[in-house]
């Protein structure tokens, strides 16, 4: 079955920065697009960015330049690189792996921002 491990979470300063890391097994990793959603406590899971499987990328307009996702094909990894991160940033960010309309999530990890 598929299996999406998420890790790197934590607490940092505004203006700090954490790397993301999605660890997936079971699936041919190379076959899906990968994404990282994220849910603020009293909200809705929202989208933060993507990449397919031919290397497309697509971001948040909330995280543009600030959001790096990228994917390891190799290591049957995604990660998402989060820079000049600010409080509106905190949220259980959580892997998503998609193929032929079926989507399997990871348990989530949490970012905390704050001074």
């Known amino acids: 079955q598929v299996q999406l491990v998420e890790s790197g979470g934590g607490l940092v300063q505004p203006g700090g920065s954490l790397r993301l890391s999605c660890a997936a097994s079971?699936?041919?990793?190379?076959?899906?697009?990968m994404r990282w959603y994220r849910q603020a406590p009293g909200k809705q899971r929202n989208l933060v960015a993507g990449?397919?499987?031919?290397?497309?990328?697509n971001y948040a307009d909330s995280v543009k330049g600030r959001f790096t996702i990228s994917r390891d094909n190799a290591k049957n990894t995604v990660y998402l690189e989060m820079n000049s991160l600010k409080p509106e940033d905190t949220a259980v960010y959580y892997c998503n792996a998609e193929r032929a309309g079926r989507a399997s999530w990871g348990q989530g990890t949490q970012v905390t921002v704050s001074s």
């Open positions: 079971g699936i041919i990793f190379s076959m899906y697009d």
């Open positions: 990449i397919s499987t031919g290397s497309r990328i």
